[in-house]
């Protein structure tokens, strides 16, 4: 009779490394999909974090799978900012004080910004979280509208426009000043202001005409 080779080795290191190579993942998806958008694949995710395919595929089946994992808490972190923002007593500061913030968000991850201007993906945890959010913006610009800050015109929806033109700002001029997109924020919400009084310092400079030219050159639509 065979001997008994004994009990079989700990699943422990397999277990271990399979977490690094899921962090690793992360880490990367967050970096490419930062720079290249939702467009980016599991494969280019794979060759950045310089995993094997097949790896990638085991802990994140499709890349639905991975844009939850990665996106879900990001919207909850949105999310935290608007609720917090409700706290504050100035109504329309606290406007202006969650939309800067979200902005910066935004103009650092063009993943992030495709997540909360598209329902291509994210049909989970990301929806729960972004539904979450429409009530607590809501509150913040009714709450602003009421204090006499806002334009009563402002409607919840035009919130995402204007982050839809903060992001076109950061994808026209990102190659030739990435912070560029911050005085086109501060113009816009000077328009925002129900009684428009003395503008607002900006706080960028604007291109000159050889950054112009260098950007439109740069820019790929």
């Given at each position: 009779m065979a001997r008994d080779a004994g009990p079989a080795a700990p699943a422990r290191p397999l277990r271990r490394d399979a977490?690094?190579?899921?962090?690793?993942?992360?880490?990367s998806a967050r970096e490419v999909f930062g720079r290249r958008g939702l467009e980016a694949t599991l494969d280019d995710i794979a060759h950045h974090a310089g995993l094997g395919v097949g790896t990638v595929y085991r802990r994140f089946p499709s890349k639905e799978h991975l844009v939850e994992a990665?996106?879900?808490e990001r919207m909850e972190e949105l999310g935290d900012l608007a609720a917090k923002s409700l706290k504050a007593?100035?109504?329309w500061q606290a406007?202006?004080?969650?939309?800067w913030q979200a902005a910066e968000l935004h103009s650092a991850d063009?993943?992030?910004r495709e997540i909360m201007l598209s329902n291509k993906f994210g049909h989970e945890h990301v929806a729960e979280e972004k539904a979450r959010m429409v009530p607590l913006i809501t509150q913040l610009i009714e709450r602003a509208q009421a204090a006499g800050g806002l334009r009563p015109d402002f409607a919840p929806t035009d919130m995402a426009l204007v982050h839809?033109?903060?992001?076109?700002?950061?994808?026209?001029?990102?190659?030739?000043?990435?912070?560029l997109w911050r005085r086109s924020l501060a113009m816009l919400l000077d328009g925002l202001r129900a009684q428009p009084g003395k503008p607002s310092e900006l706080p960028h400079p604007p291109l000159d005409e050889q950054e112009i030219e260098?950007?439109?050159?740069?820019w790929r639509p």
């Open positions: 977490e690094l190579n899921r962090r690793r993942i992360l880490a990665m996106f879900a007593e100035d109504a406007f202006v004080d969650f939309t063009r993943g992030l839809m033109m903060v992001g076109s700002v950061v994808e026209f001029t990102c190659a030739v000043d990435p912070d260098e950007a439109m050159s740069c």
